[in-house]
């Protein structure tokens, strides 16, 4: 993940994430518990992958909707280029003027969150 940064939404009940994911990187199986997500691609083509089994392939242009309560993940399926995409997460996921230049440093953070 070379970038992930929050950018102010002025209404407070949402929030717009970039990411742009390299060749093959993906971002984790996560879930949240409270929060929908609205995905966009921007560029490059991934899959999207929900629960254990159901799988989606997606390119730029296409938008997916992530409930809350759903386990997901995606991955950049490109061997060659970055994937680069924006998420909406409501209510906002991430606090206030986050950003991480590398997936490594945006999981550090989100552990520290955890065990805070």
């Given at each position: 993940m070379s970038t992930r940064g929050r950018f102010p939404d002025g209404v407070g009940h949402s929030q717009l994430v970039v990411m742009c994911l390299q060749p093959g990187e993906e971002i984790g199986k996560e879930m949240h518990p409270n929060v929908?997500?609205?995905?966009?691609?921007?560029?490059?083509?991934?899959?999207?992958?929900?629960g254990d089994k159901e799988e989606h392939l997606v390119r730029d242009g296409d938008a997916v909707v992530v409930p809350?309560?759903?386990y997901h993940n995606v991955l950049n399926t490109s061997k060659t280029t970055p994937l680069r995409v924006y998420t909406i997460y409501s209510p906002p996921n991430h606090p206030d003027g986050t950003v991480h230049k590398t997936k490594t440093e945006a999981e550090a953070a989100e552990a520290a969150e955890r065990h805070s």
């Open positions: 929908d997500q609205f995905f966009r691609i921007e560029e490059g083509e991934a899959k999207f992958v929900f809350a309560r759903t």
